[in-house]
């Protein structure tokens, strides 16, 4: 009796059904809509006359003789060099991952281990600083930057980038090692390490989903930037995002409009193959420290 109470009625559940279709469809449109109109040009995509010339793409088949064309990508990836910016990303945020992860690492350990009163309100100053709108912190970096000729350059931005996300890390690698028992420290201790022999050997391969976690949102976090990236960078150094605000500033000229937006689904494929492969990383990442163990 209690089983079949418990059951939802068959309605219920098709409505359910129906709504979360509906949903994922309203959710899923913009990104499939963005991905079919970069084949298109951007007469056919941004159309006035006859919003369907984007479905049929008439303008693109006298164009191109098809109704498709990779034209937008060639002219952003070959013509715009906009793989040099995509290889600009990758090293920016190739470097803020490994710097922020073994800073936070080797810090969330100290204070989760530590018995201190000071490890409160060091966290405490950690998540103010994290709070404050990047574009502020920023903005205090410039004159010294320019001053001493490190502005435009990848190393000032990874620093920079690297010094605004590091208490997030901070933060997060610290409620996940306090889900670890210090039992474990003391165990390897008695067997003879040392407390960073412990730590290396003991802690950080149960510690290891955690520590991708927090990679993931430090990648993330750099990879979508766009306030320290486009300050600190030149024309030659940009990332990915101030690139394609780029050719968005210049709508003036034919075809970077197309050149935006084949830079966009280029940016985007990598974010959903990588959230799709680590969401369950992401998901514990989102309710880290919400329940101690």
Known sequence: MAAAAQRKPVSLKVASLVFIVIWLMVAAFPFFWTLWGSFKVELDFFSIADWTNALTGDLTK?????????????????????????????????????????????????????????VFWLLIAALIFRAMPPITLVSGYLPPFFQWNLWGYLPTAIIVLVAINQPFTLWMLHSFFQKIPKDLDESAKVDGCTQFQAFRFVIIP????????????????????FAVTAMLLNEQNRTMVPKIAAFLGTTYTEGNVMFAVAAVVSATVPLFLLVMVFQRQIVSGLTAGAVKG
Do not use: K
């Open 206 to 225: 149960v510690m290891w989903p955690g520590v991708i976690t927090t990679g993931l949102f430090s990648f993330l976090l750099a990879y979508n930037d």
């Open 62 to 118: 006298e164009t191109y003789g098809r109704p498709f064309t990779g034209a937008g990508y060639y002219g952003a990836w070959v013509q715009e060099e906009f793989w040099r910016a995509a290889l600009n990303t990758f090293i920016v945020c190739f470097f803020v991952v490994v710097t922020s992860l073994t800073i936070g690492t080797l810090g969330g350990y100290a204070l989760s281990r530590s018995g201190h009163n000071y």
